[in-house]
C-alpha cells in the first residue's frame, strides 16, 4: 500500500480525542433546528388518523381563526411526494400542513384541522392470511447444490422460524429542516445522511437545477439510517417556504418520527441446517419475509450472510416483501444483516447443541475458502481469529455446555456467541484539500457525520498526508458547497470519503513539494521530489534530515510567492477489487446473562467482541462505535419493538415512554478489540467498514446465551419475560 510521502506517521492509528468534542459538550455545535434564521415562520403537519381512505373533505376554518396561524396548506398535488397525496396509504401520512409566526401556534393549529375521510380496513399485519397473497415484489430467490434433497437426509437438523419485531430509530435528535427561498435558489438546512441526494432529491421536486439547491447538515445527532433519503417532511417544509416566501422551520415530534422515516420491517424467517455427524454442514435453507409499503418498495436483504459465512455445499435461500398499508421501512443500523443473522447464529448454536459439540468448534470447521456465491477469494478473512481472540479474553472455557446448570441464587446464568459478517462497501467521493499561508490546512468534504467521528478521522487521515500536526489541520463537513460524496451509512464512509481525503492531501501535498524543488529561492531547489519528505509541515531534504536548515515550510514558500493558499480537489473511484475479491468485515461477539428464575426477566451481565475490521484510524472512535453497537443490539434482543393496532394501522407505543431502548440500567460491562492489520485490496488506506458491522452478531448472541441459562431457544425478538414463562 502507497503510504503518505511523510517523516513520520504519528496520528492515525492513535486514539485521538475528537476534534469537535468542545463544540457539542460546550453547546456551540449547530444543530439544523439551532439555526436562527431572520423572519422564520413555524410549521406542523397534520397527519391522517387512518391508514387506508380517500381524503374527502379538509376543513381548515378552525385553525385558520387561529390569532398567529397565516396558513394551512392542503392542496399537496403541487408538490412531488412519493404516494398519492389525495388518498391515504398509512396512518400518519402528512395531509396538510399548518404555518403560523410561532411553534405553539402552528402545533394548536394542527390540532384543529378537521380532515373527512371515506376509509377501508386497512392491511397491516404482516402475519394476516391476506398478507400472503400480495407477496411477490422483489422475489430473490438463490440456489447451490440441492439443499432440499439433501438435508432430510442428513444426520443431524436444526429447523426453526424466527419473528423479529419492527424496530424505530428514535436518535436524540429529532428529524428538523429549516427552508429559505431566494428567487429560484433554495437553501435548506436539513437532518440528513446523504447530502448529495437530498441536494438531488430537492431539485427534482421542485424542478430545478441542482446548483440551484444548497443543503447544509454540518452535525447531526444521531440518526441510524433514518436520514439517508429525503423524507415527505422535509419537501413539504420547502414547499411551505415558496407558498409563504418566508424561511419555515418545521421539527417533527418524537411520536411523528415513528411514521416519518421509516423503520426496521417487521421480519419472519425459516432457517434449517443440516449436518453430518462430524458437524460438517451439508445443506441450509432459509427464508425470509419483511413488510414494505404499498406505494414503494424496500427491501432488507436479510439472507446475504447465510449465503456467504460457513461452508454450506447445498443451499436455497427465497426472500420476499409483503407490501401493507404502512409506511416505507428504511435502513437501521445493520440492515438485513443483523435480522439474517439472527436466524443462522440461534440456528447454528441450535445445531451444535444438538451435536453436542462447542459452538465455536461448528463455526471453525465450517470456515469457507472462498466466497461461496460467486467462487472469489476474501480479501482478508480472519474470523477464525476473532472467535480464538474474542474466547479467550471472554473466558469462553468457562461456559457449561448443559442449559440451565449455571446458577447463582435464584438466578439462572448463561454464556452465548454469533458469528458477525458485514459486506465492504466504497462509493465515489471528491474532496479538496488547502494549504494557507498562515501554517494551517483544511480539508472539505460533503460527507456527514452523524456521530461515529468523522470530524476527527478525516482529520487524523488529512494531517498524517500533509505532514502536519492535527492541532493545525480543519475538517469541514455537511454542505452541498463542497465536494460531493457517497451517503453517510452502509459503514462506506471512512472507506470512501477517507480515501478521497488522502488522495487530495497527498496531491496537494506533491504539488507543494514540486513547487519547491522548481522555485530558484527555495533552499530545496533542484532536488528530486522523492527526496523531499515532510513533518510538522516542513519540507526538507531527505538526506539531511528534518532538522536541516535546508528545507522550508509550507508557510514560507507560499507567503515568498505571494500566495494566499493552494488547494487540490481530487475524487477517488473504488477500482474493481469488488470484482475480484470478496469483501467484508468480520466479528465474533460474546455475552453473558442472567435470568431471574421467579420472575424471568432477562439482564445482559457482560459483552465482549473482537472484530477484524481492517486498519483502526482511530481506536477510541471504533471502540466508541462497537460499544453503541452492542447497545443497540440489546434494545433489539431485549426491549424494542413497535406495536400496531391492526385495526387502523396506529402505532400504539409511539413515545418514549412505551417504546423501550436501554438505559443505564440495561447497559452491563461492554468491550470490544480490534485485530491489528489492513485490507489493501478494499481501499488505499486500508480499512474496511464498522459501523453496521458492530451490532449484526449482538441480538443473536444474547439469545444463544439465554438458551445456556434457561434452556428455552426463544426464536421470538425481542426476548420479553413472558416468552420464558
Known amino acids: 500500500m502507497t503510504r503518505p510521502v511523510t517523516a513520520t506517521q504519528v496520528v492515525c492509528g492513535q486514539p485521538v480525542s475528537r476534534v469537535d468534542g468542545p463544540l457539542k ?244 424467517q425459516r432457517m434449517a441446517i443440516g449436518a453430518d455427524e462430524s458437524g460438517r454442514l451439508r445443506a441450509m435453507i432459509h427464508e425470509g419475509y419483511t413488510e414494505t409499503a404499498r406505494y414503494g418498495d424496500y427491501e432488507d436483504g436479510l439472507v446475504r450472510s447465510p449465503r456467504v459465512l460457513y461452508r454450506v455445499p447445498n443451499m436455497r435461500s427465497t426472500y420476499r416483501v409483503v407490501p401493507l398499508d404502512v409506511g416505507l421501512p428504511w435502513f437501521m443500523r445493520g440492515p438485513g444483516a443483523v435480522t439474517g443473522t439472527v436466524a443462522l447464529e440461534c440456528a447454528m448454536d441450535d445445531l451444535a447443541h444438538r451435536l453436542r459439540m462447542d459452538p465455536i468448534e461448528l463455526r471453525r470447521r465450517n470456515e469457507p475458502d472462498v466466497d461461496q456465491i460467486n467462487g472469489m477469494p476474501f480479501s482478508t478473512r480472519r474470523l477464525t481469529e476473532c472467535l480464538t481472540q474474542g474466547a479467550a479474553t471472554f473466558g469462553w472455557n468457562r461456559r457449561n455446555p448443559t442449559p440451565g446448570a449455571t446458577r447463582e441464587g435464584d438466578l439462572f446464568v448463561g454464556i452465548g456467541m454469533a458469528a458477525a459478517a458485514y459486506h465492504t462497501y466504497r462509493s465515489q467521493c471528491s474532496a479538496i484539500a488547502k494549504v494557507f499561508a498562515d501554517g494551517t490546512a483544511e480539508v472539505q468534504c460533503g460527507t456527514s457525520d452523524m456521530g461515529p467521528g468523522t470530524y476527527t478521522s478525516m482529520t487524523q487521515v488529512a494531517a498524517d498526508a500533509l505532514g502536519m500536526p492535527l492541532s493545525r489541520v480543519r475538517v469541514a463537513l455537511g454542505d452541498s458547497s463542497f465536494p460531493p460524496a457517497p451517503p453517510h451509512s452502509a459503514s462506506r464512509t471512512m472507506a470512501s470519503v477517507g480515501s478521497a481525503v488522502y488522495t487530495a492531501a497527498n496531491m496537494l501535498r506533491d504539488k507543494l513539494i514540486r513547487t519547491a524543488v522548481t522555485d530558484p529561492r527555495s533552499p530545496l531547489s533542484g532536488l528530486r521530489p522523492e527526496d523531499v519528505l515532510v513533518a510538522d509541515g516542513r519540507m526538507f531534504a531527505t538526506a539531511f534530515g528534518a532538522g536541516s536548515e535546508r528545507g522550508e515550510s509550507y508557510q514560507d514558500l507560499l507567503r515568498r510567492r505571494g500566495w494566499p493558499g493552494l488547494d487540490s480537489q481530487r475524487t477517488w473511484t473504488p477500482d474493481d477489487a469488488d470484482r475480484r475479491y470478496s469483501i467484508y468485515g468480520y466479528g465474533a461477539v460474546f455475552a453473558e446473562v442472567v435470568v431471574d428464575r421467579l420472575i424471568p426477566t432477562v439482564r445482559v451481565r457482560r459483552m465482549h467482541a473482537c472484530y477484524d475490521a481492517g486498519r483502526v484510524i482511530n481506536p477510541t472512535l471504533a471502540h466508541s462505535q462497537a460499544i453503541g453497537g452492542m447497545v443497540g443490539g440489546i434494545g433489539m434482543a431485549l426491549l424494542e419493538r413497535t406495536d400496531s393496532d391492526h385495526r387502523d394501522g396506529r402505532i400504539v407505543n409511539a413515545n418514549m415512554s412505551d417504546y423501550l431502548v436501554p438505559v443505564n440500567a440495561d447497559v452491563p460491562a461492554l468491550d470490544a478489540a480490534f485485530l491489528p492489520g489492513e485490507d489493501p485490496i478494499a481501499d ?38 413472558e416468552k420464558l414463562l
Open 25 to 268: 459538550v460546550t453547546g456551540k455545535a449547530r444543530y439544523t433546528a439551532d439555526n436562527q434564521i431572520p423572519g422564520l415562520l413555524y410549521a406542523a403537519l397534520v397527519c391522517a388518523t387512518v391508514a387506508c381512505a380517500t381524503i374527502k373533505r379538509i376543513d381548515t376554518g378552525a385553525a385558520l381563526r387561529q390569532p398567529d396561524v397565516l396558513a394551512v396548506l392542503t392542496d399537496l398535488t403541487r408538490v412531488k411526494l412519493p404516494f398519492d397525496t389525495r388518498v391515504v396509504s398509512f396512518f400518519g401520512q402528512p395531509v396538510a400542513v399548518v404555518i403560523a409566526t410561532a411553534l405553539e401556534s402552528a402545533v394548536h393549529g394542527s390540532e384543529l384541522v378537521d380532515v373527512r375521510y371515506s376509509s377501508r380496513p386497512p392491511l397491516t399485519d404482516i402475519d394476516a392470511p391476506q398478507a400472503v397473497k400480495r407477496v411477490g415484489r422483489f422475489v430473490r430467490d438463490y440456489a447451490r447444490g440441492f439443499a432440499d434433497q439433501v438435508i432430510g437426509a442428513t444426520s443431524v437438523l436444526t429447523d426453526l422460524r424466527f419473528s423479529v419485531a419492527r424496530n424505530d430509530h428514535n436518535p436524540m435528535e429529532l428529524p428538523a429542516t429549516i427552508a429559505k427561498w431566494e428567487g429560484d435558489r433554495l437553501t435548506v438546512w436539513d437532518k440528513v445522511q446523504d447530502v448529495s441526494a437530498t441536494q438531488h432529491s430537492y431539485a427534482e421536486a421542485f424542478g430545478l437545477p441542482t446548483d440551484h439547491v444548497r443543503v447544509i447538515s454540518p452535525f447531526v445527532g444521531g440518526s441510524f439510517g433514518s436520514a439517508s433519503r429525503n423524507w415527505p417532511h422535509q419537501v413539504l417544509t420547502a414547499f411551505a417556504a415558496r407558498r409563504l416566501q418566508r424561511p419555515v422551520k418545521l421539527v417533527l415530534t418524537r411520536r411523528h418520527t415513528y411514521s416519518a422515516v421509516g423503520y426496521r420491517p417487521t421480519s419472519r
Open 684 to 721: 488505499p488506506i486500508g480499512v474496511k467498514g464498522l459501523g453496521e458491522l458492530v451490532i449484526v452478531g449482538v441480538p443473536a448472541a444474547i439469545a444463544n446465551a439465554v438458551f445456556n441459562a434457561t434452556g428455552r431457544r426463544v426464536t421470538d425478538l425481542p426476548i420479553t419475560l
